[in-house]
Each structure stands twice: as C-alpha cells, then as structure tokens.
C-alpha cells in the first residue's frame, strides 16, 4: 500500500471574463501503487480539471492554483518550477488523451512522435531509441511496426491512432498514466479492445492508472477504487464493489440509477433532474442538493463533511450525519445493495423480500 | 509524383497559352495603335511603319504569327525603343527586380515569421501588442511614404547607404528590398499569429507538452509547421508581384526595374512589350503556383499530391 500521489485540499480556479471559476474545491484522494483508480462524474465536474492540474497543463494564464498541495516522491507538484516538471512530463507522469483524431502531431511520423520522449528523458542512442519505439508499436499492437513507425498519423484508424498515443505514454514506463476518457471517442468494440490493452500493459509494467469516465460500464471493468465527482469535489470515493453495490452518495444514486440496464429494457432510463452547478457562484452547501430529491435543510447551509462508511470507503453527504433520518435509496439501488454484504439492504443468498 | 508534375506542366502552359490569346485580343481591343504618337508621319510614311511592324496585316494573322514567335520564345520587337527585340528589353530589366523582390520575400517572411511567433508564444503581452502594432503599420503605410523614410534618414541624413540607382553592388539593393519588406513582412507576421494560437491551443501539442516537452520545441517542432500551411498559399501570388517588380518602389529608388518599364509601355501603347511583361508576370505566378502546391505536400503529409485517377 504505497501511496505513489497524494492530492490534498487541492483548489483551482479559473479567471474568465465573467470573473473566477472555482473548478476544484477541496479535492483528497492518494493513489496507490499499482491501482486503477477511476474519477467518474458528469461534463463539469471537474475530472479532467483535476487530472490536468497533476500534470500542470493547464494554461497558466488563466489557472490558479488556489490551496493544497500535489505530493508526488516528496514532491509538491504545485510548487516545482517548469523545467522539474517537463522531467516528471512524460517520464514519471503521462497521459492518454480522449480523442485519438486530434491528439498527434498530424505533421509528425509517428516513429517520431513515440522517439520523442524517449530521447528526451533516456538519453539513448537514436538507434536504440528507434528499437524501443517498434518494441511498443508492437506492444501496443500495431502490426508490421517496422515499417510503419514511418507513416504519419493520418494513414492509422482511430483505434490504431489511440494505441499510438498509448505508446507514446508507455514509452518511459511512467509510474503513474493518467488515462482522460481514453475511449469515448471510439466504437464500442475498439473500446473493448483498448481497454483490454490498458489492463495488460499495466500488469505487464505495473504502473497505477488514474483513469477519468463518464462511463460506468468502462469503471465496472477496469477500475479498484473510485471517486465520483460532482462540482469540482469528491463526493464519493470507495472500492468499485462499494460504490456500485453500496452507494451512500444521492448523486451516486443518481448515476447509477442512469445506467441504462438490459433487464430494464422496457423502462424509462432515469434522468437526474435539473443542471451542474455554477461554478462562478458555488453553492454554499452541498452542490448537489438542488438537485436532489434526498436534501435536507443543513444540505443548503453547509457543505458535508467526508463520513467514513467503511476504512476504504468515504461520502460526502449529511445522510450519513448520526443525527440524519434514514432515507431509502431508489429501488434499483436498493437492488444492488441486497447483494453487497454490510450494508442495509444485505440479505443471504437465497434471496427473498428485504 | 512524376505524374502529377508532368500533368501540371502542361497545365501551365495550356494556361499560359491562353493568357496569351486574351491578353492579346483585349489589348487589340484598345483605342489607339502603337503608332498613334507618331503624329508627323504622313500618309505613305505610316505604311511604311505598319508594313515593318506587320500591323498592316488582319488581326487573326496577327495573332497567328505572334503566337508562332511566343512558341519559339521570342516575344516580338518593341515599338517604342527602336527596335529593341522584347526579350532584350525584358532580359535588362529583370535582373533588378528579381534581386529586389528576393531579398525582400526572404528577409520580409523570415522576420514576419519570427514577430508571429513571438507575438503568439507571448499572448496578450508587451511583445504581442508590439509586434501587432508593428504589423499594422507595414500593412496600412503604403510603400513609398516608407521608401521615401528610409531614403531620407537612412540614406541621405546619415549617409549609411546610397540614396537611389542601380549602381552600387549590393547596397544600392539594400533600401528598397527593405522597403518592399513591409508587405510580405506584416502579412506573415499577421498570418503566423492567428496560426500558431489556433495550433498552440490543439490537442497535440497538449500531447507534446505532456510528452516533457520544452516551450522551444514545441514551438518549433510540433507547432510551426502546422501553422505554415495557410501562410505559403498568400505568400506564393505575393512572391510573384514582388519579383516581378514593384513600380513604386522602383520609381522611388530609380531602379531600371521591370515595374518601370511595364508601365511607361503602357503610356506609350506599345504593344509587344505589354503582351512581353504580361506573359512574364504570368508565368512567374503560375510557376510559384505551382511551387507553392508542392510546398503543400512537403509541409503536410495529408496533401501528398499524387497523379489523380485520370
């Protein structure tokens, strides 16, 4: 259980015209050795945010970092200087992008492109560097690597362009990738593929893998641990089984209950109500409750605090305040808690009526 | 390859054969002759003249026979310089005016490169506004009020080089290369500004950046190169007027450039060495057409050209 990044009480904001953007209010989470860790949440929510500010790749005009810090080797990544951090770029840390079509230098072979960072950050020989480069073509499954390290972008598919710019980030071993909805620009069946991909290599080197989605079939089957965001905070954070089979969050209730479902073919598909937050005026407490069925008075006057719901299992809402009443979740979530035993709703095996 | 360049070849001369048939019409089509300043001539005299120029003969004859030259290269006498052949006149004159037009195209696109970049690397800064500023100028300030600038302090208050002619190896070339620099300069200041803050702000260079990598490459080896595309296509049509003279600026200088001479062949009706000019200000153009549509296909490799289906 080495933790291999801590981001604690980290704020951004963003100055725009129309004045300051809290984008990231108070964000903890650490990452563990070797883990998947999946950041879900809705457009806005401050995933992608979140992720960029490790990297520092947001632009610098307009982005601020407002408090916390980024501790990654003993290292505030907030505070270091640019040159540090073009070392950690695509050495330590690196990133997968969402869409494989716009993510590479259409001007570039990407021989090139993949030698890159290999140069940069190995010192190797152009020749050895050139080796390494078709040795992860081939890892990543680019057939007759040898010959097409030469081609440039525009003569791969998108799924092959993805696999491309997962060798790129591959192409250090990086001890942390960070991977921005990596398949949400693809047809479901290259997702599968590319997912499958992920999983091997990050076995192969074992690397830990933050992994950023608004799928949650996508979580299901990559992720350990997820954080749900909503507003530019973490509401929610547990291993994948607590928070698909114990959900404590209304939000999470919420996303869950909008996953559309085979058996549920006949049905309505759940919408949650109502819009994000804006974030130029934060609600002052917590940014769901406008929309949610579930709030109470404390829910507009005070943010919630973390309650602990299990040692690796944490939620931001006043419903787990001692003093709060017991709700009931919606049906379907109740269905998913009868199988996950400690929680509520648990019965044994055999089934019957909770 | 090969194909394509074949198949362009002979495009511009088709193209450049019908420049020649309409330049050629239209100018018959002019009120007054090459002859009509020729005002003592009498009667038999005129003849005469119109016999040795072969203007006495119909206009399709006319036409056939200048075509027949032009296919041999030989762009007919001039009437106005005593029967100077077209292709000396133009061969005397050229020279000024290519030297001119380059150095200012290289010198103008190599600093309006550097300012874009500067003023797109550096956004919403002093460097920006400067540069943008220094941009604005070079396009609304018409050439000569800068000829005439440069003349006067560079040349004739601190006497650093030669006021004017043709007559100084290359610093008689210095000033109005500088002077025909502010157009190709600005624009490409322009132009590479717009560009590069467009392709700074695409998703690769987000890759690059994440890749480790430097503002300086990124910069020059992921971002410049995306950004040139939309500045060859003015440049090329620009390279072509510049080289092939620019009339103020030679007026200016008192350089025997062909800018000069197009126009005083104008004044003066003189009809060879109009089509002369013409066709060579449309071959030049069609030529970096040309140049320019290759360019395309170094700088991008998604416009490889290739010979087409045909």
């Known amino acids: ?354 | 390859m090969v194909k394509y360049i074949g198949k362009r070849i002979v495009y511009m001369f088709i193209t450049l054969f019908l420049i020649a048939t309409v330049s050629f019409f239209l100018m018959q089509s002019l009120p007054g002759s090459p002859i009509a300043s020729y005002s003592k001539l009498n009667e038999t005299q005129r003849a005469i003249v119109e016999k040795k120029y072969g203007i006495d003969k119909p206009k399709p004859v006319q036409y056939a026979i200048y075509m027949k030259n032009l296919a041999k290269g030989d762009l007919g006498t001039s009437f106005a310089f005593k029967g100077k052949s077209v292709n000396d006149l133009l061969a005397s004159r050229i020279k000024p005016s290519l030297i001119l037009g380059a150095q200012a195209m290289v010198f103008g696109t190599l600093v309006g490169i550097l300012l874009g970049m500067l003023a797109a690397l550096k956004q919403n800064t002093f460097w920006d506004y400067g540069s943008t500023f220094f941009a604005i100028l070079g396009i609304s300030i018409p050439s000569f009020v800068f000829a005439s600038l440069l003349q006067y302090w560079i040349a004739s208050q601190w006497h650093l080089l030669p006021v004017g002619l043709w007559n100084d190896g290359w610093k008689s070339s210095v000033l109005p290369s500088l002077a025909l620099a502010m157009g190709p300069l600005a624009l490409s200041a322009r132009f590479i500004r717009t560009e590069m803050i467009e392709v700074l702000s695409s998703d690769y260079i987000t890759l690059a950046k994440a890749k480790g990598a430097n503002g300086f490459e990124i910069a020059f080896k992921h971002a410049f190169r995306n950004a040139l595309i939309p500045l060859i296509t003015v440049l090329g049509p620009l390279a072509a007027g510049l080289v092939t003279g620019s009339l103020v600026v030679e007026q200016i200088f008192a350089i025997p450039g062909i800018g000069e001479q197009f126009v005083s062949s104008i004044m003066v009706n003189d009809h060879a060495t109009i089509m002369g000019t013409t066709l060579l200000f449309s071959a030049f153009l069609i030529f970096i057409i040309f140049i320019v549509d290759i360019l395309y296909g170094v700088i991008d490799p998604r416009i490889r050209l290739s010979g087409g289906k045909g």
Not at chain 1, 251 to 259: A, E, I, K, Q, R
Not at chain 1, 281 to 303: H, T, V
Request: proline letters at 6%; glycine letters at 6%; one cysteine or more.
């Open chain 1, 1 to 354: 259980m080495t933790k291999i990044l801590q981001v604690k009480d980290l704020e951004l904001s963003f100055h725009t015209f129309a004045g300051e953007v809290k984008a990231i209010r108070g964000v903890n989470f650490d990452l563990i050795k070797g883990e998947t860790l999946a950041i879900v949440g809705e457009s806005g929510s401050g995933k992608s945010v979140t992720t960029k500010s490790i990297m520092r790749l947001l632009p610098q005009s307009s982005a601020e970092y407002k408090n916390g810090e980024i501790l990654f080797e003993g290292k505030d990544l907030t505070k270091v200087s640019e040159k540090t951090m073009q070392k950690i770029r695509g050495k330590d840390i690196s990133m997968i992008f969402q869409d494989p079509m716009t993510s590479l230098n259409p001007t570039m072979t990407i021989g090139k492109q993949i030698m890159e960072p290999i140069l940069k950050h190995q010192k190797l020989s152009k020749s050895k560097a050139l080796e390494q480069t078709i040795n992860l073509l081939n890892l990543v499954g680019i057939p007759n690597a040898e010959s097409r390290y030469k081609m440039y972008p525009h003569q791969f598919s998108g799924g092959q362009r993805q696999r491309i710019v997962i060798a790129i980030a591959l192409a250090c071993n990086p001890k942390i990738l960070i991977a921005d909805e990596p398949t949400t620009a693809l047809d479901v069946t290259i997702q599968a593929q590319i997912l499958e991909l992920m999983k091997e290599i990050q076995k192969k080197i074992d690397t830990s893998i933050i992994f950023i989605t608004h799928d949650l079939g996508v979580v299901a089957n990559v992720a350990d641990r997820v954080a749900v965001m909503y507003g530019g905070k973490i509401v929610e954070i547990g291993t994948v089984d607590e928070i698909f089979y114990n959900p404590q969050h209304p939000y999470t209730w919420g996303l869950l209950s909008s996953m559309p479902s085979m058996d549920l073919a006949d049905q309505k598909l759940y919408a949650i109500p109502g819009t994000p937050p804006d974030l130029l005026n934060p609600p002052k407490g917590d940014a769901f409750a406008l929309r949610s069925e579930y709030a109470m008075k404390i829910d507009m006057e005070r943010q919630p605090p973390f309650f602990k719901v299990s040692d690796t299992h944490y939620a931001a809402t006043w419903l787990l305040h001692p003093q709060a009443p017991e709700v009931e979740p919606p049906a379907v979530i109740i269905e998913r808690m009868k199988t996950f035993p400690g929680s509520r709703y648990y019965v044994e095996q055999t089934g019957g009526n909770a």
